[in-house]
């Protein structure tokens, strides 16, 4: 089992840059293919971005490919979203998430088996 806790959300301005951290709990991080969610207010939980468990393979919503990036470092234990060019439609609670599944990547979140308690991003205009 891990534990998952998100850090780094808070208010920018558009066109500002975040970066969010999941730092997670156990020895076994590199076994997990990892993701990022999000909940905008008043709409559904949808896929940000995944990473395989070698931190090799990508992919990303078409509406954050060039400006959100994804990576993990497992001698930490941390997955990071590096998000750039932030829009006010970024706004919303980012989760991450962990499969220990046997998947290269996922963005599905029925995949995932752990999920952060979330983390704040609001991009003002």
């Known amino acids: 089992q891990v534990q998952l806790v998100e850090s780094g959300g808070g208010l920018v301005q558009a066109g500002g840059s975040l970066r969010l951290s999941c730092a997670a709990s156990?020895?076994?991080?590199?076994?997990?293919?990892m993701g990022w969610f999000r909940r905008a207010p008043g709409k559904e939980r949808e896929f940000v971005a995944t990473v395989s468990k070698s931190g090799g393979t990508t992919t990303y919503v078409d509406s954050v490919k060039g400006r959100f990036t994804i990576s993990r470092d497992d001698a930490k234990n941390t997955m990071y979203l590096q998000m750039n060019s932030l829009k006010p439609e970024d706004t919303a609670v980012y989760y991450c998430?962990?499969?220990?599944?046997?998947?290269?990547?996922?963005?599905?979140?029925?995949?995932?088996?752990?999920w952060g308690q979330g983390t704040q991003v609001t991009v003002s205009s």
């Open positions: 998430a962990a499969s220990q599944r046997q998947l290269l990547i996922s963005r599905w979140d029925y995949q995932y088996d752990y």
């Open positions: 156990g020895r076994t991080f590199s076994s997990y293919v």
